[in-house]
């Protein structure tokens, strides 16, 4: 039993390991023991464990077999970004390529006797625009399109036996130009073409490295002829050209180096002397400046028939764009002496309005014309920009023009 009056608690009994004996050399602590402590080996004495003496030898359990399982992790992680690294340095980003290339790159346009006046041309240094010859066989009137919309006239210099067409633009000075590369890319990288369509849309599009090239006959579109060749970073290492896409070829950059800083001997083009040359023959279309309403609509499409008809030239199936009115005191072979050099191009309906109440319309028409420098009214300039006022009225369940008034005609292109 336990002693009456005792006030402290009873203490845990000792616990004594069992691997202890009598001649240890340590002594065992008085009191008692709340842990078990362990044995403590003489000097020499083996576990069965590997020893790790110090930084020298290898840690306990080390096994080689470990090791390269993380080693071959590391050589194939190193190979993978070496592989990524040059393939970034190969690769083109058609986006960036537009944004440094494509300020320097313009849109040809020329009333030509064959009608063939479309092209891409790049501008270099001195406002020298090298473009595709085939785009200005015996011109009347030439001129390029910048990035910035603004027309600018154009004189053709000459071309060489490779088909390259050299124009001069007056007033070049604090426009873009484009850099030739110093060197042409690896073979196995990647290159860029920056050019316009034939809508006048600029696009940005690769085509191949030289070991495996992208077949040109696959982008057809004739207006990216006189495009120039890029690499990754924007500089011109080719220029397109020939009479077809598939019949296309690519101009070297050691040859355009001799057309940024020397005078290559170029053959002179022979002024077109024809009576009718008609500019490019692909569509017009106008583009509206106003909300697209049903009647803008029909305005838009009578509009963009009448253009086609002139750019084409086909001044009888120009009648069929009039009304009966008009047709009566109009005359085909008249619209012929008054149009005979004019393309139209870049369209802006900037007003519609319904009149009278059939749902008749008025219509303001802005635009550039290029024409022959001897063309009434032309005042020896080759292109202008006109605005001009069209009543229609409707006719057999279509519009058709009734009138036209000049509001405005702006005599020369921005440079002159």
């Not at 078990?36 to 290898?58: H, N």
């Not at 080390?62 to 993978?80: C, I, K, N, S, T």
């Not at 490295?209 to 120039?228: F, V």
């Amino acid at each position: 039993m336990a002693e009456q009056g005792r006030s402290e608690l009873p203490r845990p009994p000792r616990r004594i390991p069992s691997w202890a004996v009598e001649h240890d050399d340590a002594r065992a602590p008085s009191g008692p023991r709340t842990t078990i402590e362990p044995r403590r080996r003489t000097p020499g004495e083996s576990s069965g464990a590997t020893r790790y003496d110090g930084p020298g030898a290898l840690p306990p359990k080390f096994r080689l077999r470990f090791v390269w399982p993380l080693v071959v992790f590391v050589l194939v992680l190193g190979a993978a970004a070496g592989w990524l690294v040059r393939a970034d340095r190969l690769s083109l980003d058609t986006d960036e390529v537009m944004d440094k290339a494509g300020p320097a790159v313009v849109q040809v346009l020329a009333t030509t006797c064959a009608g063939t006046g479309q092209a891409t041309g790049v501008l270099l240094p001195g406002g020298v625009v090298l473009t595709a010859a085939s785009a200005i066989r015996e011109p009347i009137s030439a001129a390029v399109v910048t990035q910035d919309g603004k027309v600018r006239r154009v004189e053709v210099r000459g071309v060489n036996a490779n088909g390259i067409a050299v124009l001069g633009m007056p007033g070049w000075a604090g426009l873009p130009t484009a850099t030739l590369a110093h060197e042409l890319p690896e073979p196995a990288a990647e290159r860029g073409l920056v050019g316009h369509r034939l809508d006048g849309e600029q696009v940005s599009l690769p085509i191949g490295t030289t070991q495996q090239p992208r077949e040109l006959s696959e982008i057809d579109d004739t207006g990216l002829l006189g495009a120039p060749l890029v690499d990754k970073h924007g500089r011109v290492i080719g220029l397109l050209t020939g009479e077809t896409m598939a019949g296309s070829r690519i101009i070297s950059l050691d040859e355009l180096r001799d057309f940024a800083g020397g005078s290559p001997p170029l053959t002179p083009e022979p002024i077109g002397a024809c009576r009718n040359a008609r500019g490019p023959q692909s569509p017009v279309e106008p583009e509206l400046a106003v909300a697209n309403t049903p009647l803008a609509g029909e305005v838009r499409q009578a509009l963009a028939e009448y253009l086609q008809t002139l750019n084409k030239h086909d001044f009888a199936a120009m009648q069929a764009t009039y009304s009966s009115r008009l047709r009566a005191r109009s005359d085909p072979a008249e619209d012929a002496k008054k149009h005979g050099t004019s393309y139209a191009f870049r369209p802006v309906i900037e007003s519609v309005a319904s009149a009278g109440p059939d749902n008749d319309a008025d219509a303001l028409l802005s635009f550039t014309v290029l024409f022959s420098p001897d063309s009434a009214g032309a005042n020896r300039k080759t292109c202008g920009r006109l605005k001009i006022r069209y009543h229609l009225v409707r006719e057999q369940q279509r519009l058709r023009i009734d009138s036209a008034f000049t509001a405005e005609n702006k005599s020369g292109c921005d440079t002159d």
